[in-house]
C-alpha cells in the first residue's frame, strides 16, 4: 500500500519541485520508502515524472522499491495496492519467458503491463491504482481496481512556465500540494455533498481535480496530454448469470485465503457483527498461525458491542485485542482523525481510531467485512426502498403539489410541533419520496439524503450553480438508470449501495482513515469475484429472509450459534452524538455559527445557525450527521484553504 504521484508535461526544476510536494504531502501513506524518476525529449524538453511513496507488504527488500523499471521492455510503473493472484500471474509470465528479479506483486504488474498492454487490468484480482510510463509510445497508462478500494485523482493544470500538463495522485491534497491547482470549491462537489454528506465521483470537491472511476482505466500521451478513459468492467448485471451457493462459499474462502499473503504482521476488524464474524472465521480457517483480531469498545453502554466481539473470538481462538475509547481521547485524537480525510465526509473518523489502535499495537495489514451489507442485503434500505416504490409508483397520478403537502401534514402529526426545522430523517423526506414516482435512482437518494429538498435548497447560497440531479451528477445519474434497467429489485438496489454508499463514501473513507496511520485495509467481501458469483444466485438464496445474510452464514459462520447474531443491526458509530451535546458543544456551535466562514463556501449562514439551534434544542428527526456533515465540510475547507 502506497502513495503515488505524477506529471506527464514539462519536466524542468519547477515541475520536480512540484511532482516532490505531491509526494511529500502523501508520506503517511508510505514511511518506509521514496523514490523519483524522469525522462524528458532533449529537444522539446517534456516527458514524464513518477514519484512513489512506499509501505513495504510483500518483499522487504530494497530492489522491491518504486518507481519500478523493466530492463527489457523500458516501461516504468509506479503502483498503490495489491495483486492478490500476482503468483498465479506471474507463473503464466515466467513460463512465456520473463524473467524476475524480486518475490514483489509490483513486478509481476509491470511485467504484466509488458506482455499483455493496458488489457494488463483484465487479469488482476486485487485492490489498485497505478501508472505505467510506456516510452515506446509515448503514453501514460492509469488504472483503477474494478470497485474503487484505491483512489487515483487526475488533473489537468499549467505548468509554473505556463505550458500545459496533466497531474495525478492518490490523495486530491496532493494535487493541491503541488501549488499548481486552485484552491477553488467545485459547485457539483459540494451540491453532491451537501445531498450525501459526501462527494460523489467523477467530481471531487476542488475544481478541476478528477476522480478516475472504478474499474476504468486511462491513456494519456505526452502531446495531447487528455485522458482518454476506457471502462473494462462494472458492476455485474443479474440477468443471464448463473451461480450455486456452493460456489459462492469456495469463493469467499478463496478471497479470504489470498488476503492473508503478507511479509508483515495481520490482524482482522472483528465487530461482533456477521461480516466481520465471517471474515474472521475464514481467516481462522485459512491461517497457518494464529489470527489477530482487533475491536473498539465504548464506555457508552447503548454503543458498546465489544462483549459480541469478544464472544466470537472466544469461539474461533484468536489473538483479541479490545480498544477501550472515551471521550478524552475522541477529544485529544479528534483533529488528527479530521485530518485523515482527504475529502470531506459526515463519516470516516471511526475508523481512523481503529485503525490507529491496530497500527499501534504493530499490525500493518487488516482484513475488514466491509461490503457484507451490500452484497448480501442487511441494510434496510433492501426491505425499505422497494416498499416505498411501490407507493411512489401507486400514487404517480396525484400531483405533486398535492403529495408534498400531504406529507408535509402527516410530518408535522408525527412529531407534534412544527419545530425551527422540519425532520430531516427518511420520513420527513416523505414529499421528496413519493415526487420521485418511483424511479429507483431518484428514490434511494432522496431516502438516503442529509437533508430534505426544501432545507437543502435553504442551505445553499445562490452563487452555487451546478448541473447535478437527486444529489448525483447528471451523467452520473443518467448512466446509473441506464445499468439498472431491467435488472431485479432487490440485485438494482445491491448495485446502487455498491456504487454509491460503499463506493463514494466507506471505501474512500477507509482508504483515507486507515492510510492516514499507515495501516493496509484489505476486504475480501469486495472481491470481483464473489461479486459476480453473488448476482449469479436466485435473489430468494442471496437475499432472503432479508437482513439476515443467511447467504454468508451459511458459508462461513455454520459452527456458531445462531442466535449470537440476532440482535439489532448497529453498525461500527461513535457515540459522537452524545458527545456534541457535551464537550464539543461550544466547538461544534462556534463552528456552525461562524458567518464569514459559512458563506466562503457557499453556505448560507442563517440556515446554517437554524440548523445548529435545532439540533441543540433537541429536535425531532434531526440527527447528529446533520451537524456533523456540515461541521467537517467546514474544518475540511478551513484545514485546506478552500473556498469558493
Not at 478528477?210 to 495531447?224: E, I, Q, T, V
Not at 485523515?340 to 499490525?363: C, H
Not at 493496509?520 to 445474510?549: C, M, N, T, W
Request: aromatic letters at 8%; a neutral charge.
Amino acid at each position: 500500500m502506497c502513495g503515488i504521484a505524477g506529471a506527464l508535461g514539462p519536466v524542468d526544476d519547477a515541475m520536480r519541485a512540484a511532482v516532490r510536494r505531491m509526494a511529500d504531502a502523501q508520506r503517511h501513506r508510505g514511511p518506509d520508502a521514496e523514490g523519483f524518476w524522469e525522462q524528458a525529449d532533449a529537444a522539446t524538453g517534456t516527458g514524464v515524472l513518477l514519484a512513489h511513496r512506499r509501505l513495504s507488504i510483500i518483499d522487504l527488500r530494497a530492489v522491491s522499491n518504486q518507481p519500478m523499471r523493466d530492463p527489457q521492455r523500458g516501461n516504468v510503473l509506479v503502483f498503490n495496492g495489491e495483486i492478490y493472484n500476482y503468483r498465479e500471474l506471474r507463473a503464466e509470465l515466467a513460463a512465456a519467458g520473463d524473467r524476475f528479479e524480486t518475490e514483489s506483486d509490483t513486478e509481476v504488474l509491470l511485467h504484466a503491463y509488458g506482455r499483455w498492454g493496458d488489457a494488463c487490468v483484465e487479469r488482476l484480482r486485487g485492490m489498485f491504482a497505478f501508472a505505467v510510463w510506456d516510452p515506446a509510445g509515448g503514453r501514460l497508462l492509469l488504472a483503477r481496481d474494478r470497485l474503487g478500494i484505491k483512489p487515483l485523482y487526475w488533473a489537468r493544470a499549467s505548468a509554473p512556465d505556463g505550458r500545459p500538463c496533466l497531474l495525478f495522485a492518490s490523495e486530491v491534497r496532493a494535487l493541491l500540494a503541488s501549488g499548481l491547482v486552485e484552491r477553488r470549491l467545485d459547485p457539483n462537489g459540494l451540491l453532491t455533498y451537501l445531498w450525501n454528506g459526501f462527494v460523489v465521483g467523477p467530481t471531487t470537491i476542488v475544481r478541476g481535480i478528477h476522480l478516475l472511476a472504478p474499474g476504468h482505466s486511462g491513456m494519456a500521451d505526452s502531446k495531447a496530454l487528455e485522458l482518454r478513459e476506457r471502462r473494462y468492467w462494472q458492476i455485474p448485471s443479474a440477468l443471464g448469470r448463473s451461480s450455486t451457493a456452493a460456489e459462492l462459499e469456495a469463493t469467499l474462502a478463496e478471497a479470504v485465503g489470498i488476503r492473508l499473503v503478507a511479509d508483515v504482521p495481520l490482524g482482522v476488524f472483528l465487530s461482533g457483527g456477521i461480516d466481520s464474524s465471517a471474515v474472521a472465521s475464514l481467516a481462522v480457517a485459512a491461517a497457518s498461525g494464529p489470527v489477530e483480531t482487533f475491536t473498539i469498545g465504548f464506555e457508552e453502554a447503548s454503543f458498546d458491542e465489544s462483549r459480541f466481539a469478544r464472544e466470537v473470538s472466544a469461539q474461533l481462538g484468536t489473538h483479541h485485542h479490545e480498544i477501550r475509547l472515551g471521550e478524552d481521547r475522541f477529544r485529544d485524537e479528534l483533529d488528527a482523525a479530521l485530518g485523515s480525510l482527504d475529502q470531506p465526509s459526515f463519516d470516516g473518523i471511526n475508523t481512523y481510531f481503529v485503525s490507529r489502535a491496530a497500527r499501534e499495537a504493530g499490525i500493518t495489514v487488516a482484513l475488514a467485512g466491509t461490503g457484507g451489507d451490500e452484497v448480501f442485503g442487511g441494510y434496510a434500505s433492501f426491505r425499505e426502498v422497494p416498499r416505498a416504490r411501490r407507493w411512489a409508483r401507486g400514487l404517480s397520478a396525484v400531483p405533486e403539489s398535492w403529495l408534498r403537502a400531504a406529507a408535509r401534514v402527516g410530518t408535522r402529526a408525527l412529531t407534534g410541533r412544527p419545530g425551527a426545522i422540519p425532520p430531516q430523517t427518511r420520513w420527513g423526506k416523505l414529499g421528496d419520496v413519493l415526487a420521485t414516482r418511483g424511479d429507483l435512482v431518484g428514490l434511494y437518494q432522496s431516502a438516503y439524503a442529509l437533508f430534505s429538498e426544501e432545507f437543502g435548497a435553504a442551505l445553499r447560497s445562490s452563487a452555487i450553480s451546478g448541473d447535478t440531479r437527486c444529489g448525483l451528477p447528471r451523467a452520473r445519474a443518467d448512466e446509473l438508470r441506464g445499468q439498472l434497467r431491467g435488472e431485479p429489485e432487490l440485485h438494482a438496489v445491491s448495485m446502487l449501495e455498491l456504487a454509491l454508499f460503499l463506493g463514494e463514501r466507506l471505501l474512500r473513507d477507509t482508504d483515507g482513515a486507515s492510510m492516514a496511520v499507515s495501516l493496509e485495509v484489505r476486504v475480501p467481501l469486495l472481491d470481483h469475484v464473489v461479486i459476480e458469483r453473488a448476482a449469479g444466485l436466485p435473489e430468494s438464496q442471496r437475499f432472503r429472509p432479508l437482513g439476515r445474510k443467511q447467504m454468508l452464514r451459511q458459508a462461513a459462520l455454520g459452527g456458531f450459534d445462531p442466535k449470537l447474531f440476532e440482535r439489532p443491526k448497529s453498525g461500527f458509530v461513535l457515540p459522537i452524538e452524545t458527545w456534541c451535546r457535551r464537550h464539543l458543544r461550544s466547538e461544534v456551535a462556534a463552528s456552525l455559527g461562524n458567518a464569514g466562514r459559512c458563506a466562503a463556501i457557499g453556505l448560507e449562514p442563517d440556515s446554517v445557525a437554524r440548523l445548529w439551534r435545532a439540533f441543540d434544542a433537541r429536535a425531532p428527526g434531526l440527527y447528529w450527521s446533520r451537524i456533523w456533515g456540515i461541521y467537517a465540510l467546514l474544518g475540511w475547507c478551513a484545514r485546506n484553504d478552500v473556498t469558493l
